[in-house]
């Protein structure tokens, strides 16, 4: 009969024996185990406890390299185009602000360019005179002033004026947050515009042209 001493011999030895296979082992014999079949993969990050030198693991959220969503700025600009029965409406196309530009500032010189080709393929179209300059955008406190060459006030009658005021304050107004927005051509403030005198109330919102 094996004595308690041989026992504990033989004990040690399985030990030492698991932990020297653990050692050198474990690789090769966790790459034969998966041979048998596929096993779902975490990715994990890990963390030093000091206290018993454990690798406390916890999942690695997806996403992109920073782990910040990202979003697109864009600003609304606004067209015109005709519906199904062919009356006119204001069309919203949407722009990419590149980075380090002003939304507003941004905005209003999209206004000035007019409609993209593939837009234009679409009905959509302006009625801004092309020759228009954007001479400043001054902001200050709560006010922004868009000063506009006087090329804006001419060509077309009274609707084609009064569409072209419209995309104006649509395309302001939606762009600008609690900021009271006037008109200036050739840098002065207007309060009648077009040969015919179309009425303006500032600061520009969408009653301005309400008699």
Known sequence: MMSNFSKIVILILLVLSFFFIKENYGSAIHSFISSFGDFPKIEWSGKMNNNNNE???????????????????????YFLALDSNDNGIYRKVQREIPPGEDKIEFAVKELLKGPSVIEKAQGTYSEVPKNTKLLKIKQTGNKIIIDFSDDFQYGGGTDSIYSRMMQLIKTAVNNTENKKIYLYLDGKQVNFIGGEGIMITQPLNEKSLEI
């Open 55 to 77: 690798v406390v693991k916890k999942p690695v959220e997806a996403g992109n390299k920073n782990g910040v969503k990202q979003t697109k700025n864009i600003v609304d600009v």
